[in-house]
């Protein structure tokens, strides 16, 4: 069974960053594509950003494009989200996912995908 863990979470100002690490054991990490998905206070579970097995391919939700960045090494089985001029609507609790290869974008974005989930970070942005 894989195991997957977020860390990086915590409490930040309006325009600040932080950077989440997922740090995945007990699978083949380098075979999973990679997701991040979210959870805000009384709202559904939504997709953030995606990367590929071999990190070719990323994906983001629109209004995360040139704030947030998905990356991966898999020489150390972790995976991050560098997250940049934070917002306040960003506050949530952050999940990483490892899953099936995508083929477009709308797979990378699909949470069935993903056969992996860690236990969440929470990330709060207070003004």
């Known amino acids: 069974q894989g195991k997957l863990v977020e860390s990086g979470g915590g409490l930040v100002q309006t325009g600040g960053s932080l950077r989440l690490s997922c740090a995945a054991s007990e699978f083949t990490f380098s075979d999973y594509d990679v997701g991040w998905f979210r959870r805000a206070p009384g709202e559904l579970r939504e997709f953030v950003a995606s990367i590929s097995w071999s990190g070719d391919n990323t994906y983001y939700a629109d209004s995360e494009k040139g704030r947030f960045t998905i990356s991966r090494d898999n020489s150390k089985n972790i995976a991050y989200l560098q997250m940049n001029n934070l917002k306040r609507e960003d506050t949530a609790v952050y999940f990483c996912?490892?899953?099936?290869?995508?083929?477009?974008?709308?797979?990378?974005?699909?949470?069935?995908?993903?056969?992996?989930w860690g236990q969440g970070t929470q990330v709060t942005v207070s003004s």
């Open positions: 996912a490892a899953g099936m290869r995508a083929v477009t974008a709308a797979q990378a974005m699909d949470p069935n995908i993903y056969v992996y």
